[in-house]
Antibody
Framework: EVQLVQSGAEVKKPGESLKISCKGS????????IGWVRQMPGKGLEWMGIIYPGDSDTRYSPSFQGQVTISADKSISTAYLQWNSLKPSDTAMYYC??????????WGQGTPVSVSS | EIVLTQSPGTLSLSPGDRATLSCRASQSVSSTYLAWFQQKPGQAPRLLIYAASSRATDVPDRFSGSESGTDFTLTISRLEPEDFAVYYCQQYGSSPYTFGQGTKLEIK
């Protein structure tokens, strides 16, 4: 079964760092783009950026450039989304998705992140 | 950046009705890279339509997609109770990728 499994819920304080993960299985993780999507409470979906695990080619949406870091470790079929200094406005659900078979049909279950003092 | 504008914001219909959801792009979008997603509360988005008109795996044939220039449409021919959800269009042909703001399909 082709699937993405994300790391668990996080509760953090402003200024703290965080790295969440997205592990692929059942397909060639290296050869398909992975994307990250933010959904703030009660709001719509926002593309954050994408990474090609094979060579770590990474592209950020302008709103997220400089705010987060997307990376991948192809040896363990895992992509990451990282913050150096969290803000309360980073509170959201974060999804990863794979461009498997040229369509964004495989999604992780989501990682809720809560940032509050 | 390509802006996708979905209308209406909320659509109130009854089971058995036909639903027509619109997605208008601010500039040309290749139909190859236009998708529709369904999202229910507490769930990840589910791909319904890709390449503007191709149904994803296990998607019922009451769902269909079409395009006309920069206008894309998702049609649900006969609503079932499980179809009431939020629907998003998405383009991934031009970086940065973008979503529409969503259409909430609610029970009348």
């Amino acid at each position: 079964e082709v699937q993405l499994v994300q790391s668990g819920a996080e509760v953090k304080k402003p200024g703290e760092s965080l790295k969440i993960s997205c592990k692929g299985s059942g397909y060639s993780f290296t050869n398909h783009w992975i994307g990250w999507v933010r959904q703030m409470p009660g709001k719509g979906l926002e593309w954050m950026g994408i990474i090609y695990p094979g060579d770590s080619d990474t592209r950020y949406s302008p709103s997220f450039q400089g705010q987060v870091t997307i990376s991948a470790d192809k040896s363990i079929s895992t992509a990451y989304l990282q913050w150096n200094s969290l803000k309360p406005s980073d509170t959201a659900m974060y999804y990863c998705a794979s461009l498997y078979n040229s369509r964004w049909g495989v999604w992780g279950q989501g990682t809720p992140v809560s940032v509050s003092s | 950046e390509i802006v996708l504008t979905q209308s209406p914001g909320t659509l109130s219909l009854s089971p058995g009705d036909r639903a027509t959801l619109s997605c208008r792009a601010s500039q040309s979008v290749s139909s190859t890279y236009l998708a529709w997603f369904q999202q229910k509360p507490g769930q990840a988005p589910r791909l319904l339509i890709y390449a503007a008109s191709s149904r994803a795996t296990d998607v019922p044939d009451r769902f269909s997609g079409s395009e006309s220039g920069t206008d894309f449409t998702l049609t649900i021919s006969r609503l079932e109770p499980e179809d009431f959800a939020v629907y998003y269009c998405q383009q991934y042909g031009s970086s940065p990728y973008t979503f529409g703001q969503g259409t909430k399909l609610e029970i009348k």
